[in-house]
Nanobody, 124 residues
Framework: QGVLVESGGGSVQPGGSLRLSCAAP????????MGWFRQAPGKEREGVAL?????????YYADSVKGRFTISRDNARNMMSLQMNSLKPEDTAMYYC????????????????WGQGTQVTVSS
């Protein structure tokens, strides 16, 4: 699958928005699961959102981000994005992009390929 490269992190006040992007230049045509996980200091990595693209798109979201985050994919550009709205301090974490041939749930143990991460900080 090649290298995954995240971008778009930063610092924002509570209630603000950020958009994360993940470039996957080595991804070939076909069905793939791409997603975002996050890890806060002293906590385990947790799933945030997944998208599986086949004939259509199937989405999976963690309960904590439903209604606030939206995952999307641009197949032509081999990129994936995470639009994060109504951000809360508890969203503060390092966010990682991942990819697999199928979605294997919200546990990070189901995924082998990761980007380097991008930091999101929500603070007043």
């Amino acid at each position: 699958q090649g290298v995954l490269v995240e971008s778009g992190g930063g610092s924002v006040q509570p209630g603000g928005s950020l958009r994360l992007s993940c470039a996957a230049p080595g991804v070939t045509a076909g069905s793939w699961c791409m997603g975002w996980f996050r890890q806060a200091p002293g906590k385990e990595r947790e799933g945030v959102a997944l998208i599986y693209t086949d004939i259509g798109d199937t989405y999976y979201y963690a309960d904590s981000v439903k209604g606030r985050f939206t995952i999307s994919r641009d197949n032509a550009r081999n990129m994936m994005s995470l639009q994060m709205n109504s951000l809360k301090p508890e969203d503060t974490a390092m966010y990682y992009c991942t990819i697999a041939k199928s979605c294997r749930g919200m546990s990070p143990s189901g995924y082998s390929y990761w980007g380097q991460g991008t930091q999101v900080t929500v603070s007043s």
